[in-house]
DNA sequence: AAGCATTGTAACACTTGCAATGACGACTCG
DNA sequence: CGAGTCGTCATTGCAAGTGTTACAATGCTT
């Protein structure tokens, strides 16, 4: 079971969006091109970044603006935009245990701590990530191409 | 997009054979019964452990029985077991960016050392907690019942 | 040797979620 | 108004997880 590919997705377009809003006008269509994918895919997952209040989307003129300074989002924050995990929970039970046998009575609870804590390990890396290091990474390998 | 139950099943069958393995024959079918699930699946997972050489299972007869000591079985080596991750990513890339755009030609390699840094994040946390810990845990719980 | 319990595995159906696509209304600007 | 763009819906295809049935293979037990 992977990620899916919207989280990756989401950095390549506010990748994008940095690289490129002063020379183009970034729009769904530009982006699905840059991305190789559908512009439907593309407008989805900027709805999900629009609702988490990271960016704003222009109807009818196009273009996209990021909300907040750029060192100040991280990927978990766009982690948790795009990812619609149940609860907030990485780790999947199985429904319903058997409550007449001791263990699977019990294994909820037993194991609840230390997922949140495998989960917290993840999501705090997450937080070490700002799109400002996509972006000066992204210029970087673009200027050493040459 | 969540892990698969598969890994919170197998930790839960580790945990009843070490409860139970001198009480009753710890089988697929008693297994299913304390999870609430279907012995085919249990028996699948038993597979995918045994390919790993963490249990035995005994043919004909049944039983399980761990091939290390529990103190030295981690979650991680269940989760290697169990999932069956491509490459072992747990990022998912959208598979053909253009290559003409200076972001999408790059994108793979500026994501990827960040991407493996928060895997690696919560492999390493994994590694933390054993079988042995869930054993003991099991039995604080189990006594504290009554 | 025969019977029984159990595992190993294949096959199938069902559900869910992601992704691709087309269509069309809503909105903004020139 | 008209062109361009976003917002959203419906449909389709596909893959994966899960549940279930069925049956062969294995190894005790008698």
Redesign the pocket.
Known sequence: ?QI???FTVALHIFTCVEIFKDEY?V???FLAGSIN?????I??I??QL?AAGLIT???????IAVTRPISEITFYDVYQAIE?VENGDLF?F?ENPNPKCPVGRNIHALLDNKLKAIQSAMEDEMKKYTLEDLKTGALERIANEQ
Do not use: I
Not at 37 to 41: C, F, G, H, I, Q
Not at 57 to 63: K, L
């Open positions: 079971m899916t590919s919207r006008k729009t769904s269509d994918t559908n512009p439907v895919l407008r989805k900027l709805t629009k989307v222009a109807r009818g003129t196009g273009g619609p999947h199985h």
